[in-house]
C-alpha cells in the first residue's frame, strides 16, 4: 500500500504517523508534506483568510506570511497546497502549532493530523520540550497527545501575542499543551 511522501526534512520515515494509507482518499495522488516556499505565501493566505472569514483564526497579511514563512509547512495533493501549519517558537522550551487550515474539500483525511504530527517532529528535532496550541477543536488536540491547560499557564504566549488580539478579553479557545519526549 502507498504511504504519504514526506520531504527528507522528516525525522520518522514515512507511513508512521497514522494517516490513513489508502490511496483512493486522495484521489490517486498521495500527500506531500514540505517547508513551504515563497510562492506559496498567495495560497497560504488565500486558506488563512478563509478560516478568519470564519472567525476559526486570526488574519495574517502578507507580510506577516513573508516574514514568517520559514514557520510553515505545506500538504500538496496533484500539486496543489491542501494544508498548511506553523510552528512558531517563543522560548528556548515552548513552540506553538499555528495556522492550522485544511483545504475544506480536503477535510477529514488525515491530513490535519499529518501537518501537526510533521510539527512535533520539528518540534523535537530543534529541542523545543512542550508544544501548545489555542484551539476551537481541543478534541482533535487530545487525540494527538495533547492534554488541556489554563491558558495563563503559559504566559510566553498570553503576554507575547494574546495581548495584541482582538479577543484578549474574551478568549474562546482552548489552550493544549503537549510534553515532547526526545
Known sequence: MSRPKTTP????PPGKSGVPETQEQFSGDQPLVRPAAIGDVPILHHLLELYAAKGNLLPRT????????RDFFVIEIGGKVVV????EIFTEDL???R???V???HERRGLGRLMVE???????????????ALTYVPTFFHKLGFET?????????????????YKYNQCDETAVLKELKT
Open 84 to 87: 498548511c501549519g506553523a510552528l
Open 103 to 105: 483545504d475544506e474539500a
Open 149 to 165: 491547560v489554563p491558558v495563563d499557564t503559559l504566559p510566553e504566549k498570553v503576554w507575547g501575542v494574546c495581548v495584541k488580539c
Open 99 to 101: 495556522s492550522l487550515v
Open 95 to 97: 513552540g506553538e502549532v
Open 62 to 69: 502578507f507580510s506577516e506570511l513573508y516574514r514568517h514563512l
Open 9 to 12: 526534512h522528516t525525522t520518522r
Open 118 to 132: 510533521r510539527i512535533v517532529d520539528e518540534a523535537r528535532t530543534i529541542g523545543l520540550k512542550r508544544l501548545m
